[in-house]
């Protein structure tokens, strides 16, 4: 009888700690419990939907999926000012966006640090601050301006983020050229 306790004992811890640690474990950034690259429109209207105002703002460029949008209340994140859900075609999340009060910088920065591996962190006292962490085929980007009293953390799947910067390179070089042909 001594061995059963043991054993059921050591079940029990087995799978609590699985359990409690299996955000730890997950492939991709998974903020609000929604993990990028997997979680989709559905997912994030019946889990977010009753305890936030979303709303339907438009279609992304890049993906060519709709975005919602959220004030963040009702969901327990200090300082939080904006939300932004970003899908792709077959409506999966390919991003969230995160707007919210500077003040929270440091507090937010060791968070992702303790969650996710950092791959670049720049976070002096004074000046621009910004981030970039990893976790399997997704990032997390945070950016907070020197001049702002906001900062933006946003957490992506690798391919969107790829195809964001590819997009804005071509924008900046048809400017550019634009720029140059009326002189």
Not at 39 to 48: I, Q, S, W
Not at 82 to 94: I, N
Not at 120 to 147: C, M, R, T
Not at 151 to 176: C, I, N, P
């Amino acid at each position: 009888m001594k061995g059963a306790n043991h054993a059921v004992s050591a079940h029990r811890a087995f799978c609590l700690t699985t359990f409690a640690s299996a955000g730890a474990f997950a492939e991709n950034a998974a903020p609000l419990g929604l993990e990028v690259g997997v979680a989709d429109l559905n997912t994030v209207k019946k889990r977010l939907g009753g305890k936030t105002p979303l709303q339907q703002a438009g279609v992304n460029e890049v993906s060519g999926g709709p975005i919602l949008k959220s004030n963040g209340a009702g969901l327990g994140i200090d300082g939080i000012e904006e939300l932004s859900f970003v899908f792709d075609k077959t409506g999966k999340l390919v991003a969230v966006m995160m707007q919210m009060g500077k003040h929270r910088l440091r507090e937010v920065t060791a968070a992702l640090r303790k969650k996710y591996k950092v791959q670049q962190e720049n976070i002096p006292f004074v000046g621009d601050a910004s981030a970039i962490y990893e976790q399997g085929d997704s990032l997390v980007i945070l950016n907070a301006p020197h001049l702002s009293f906001s900062m933006t953390v946003l957490y992506g799947t690798r391919a969107f983020l790829q195809q964001t910067l590819e997009k804005y390179s071509q924008e900046q070089e048809a400017h550019q050229r634009r720029q140059e042909s009326l002189l």
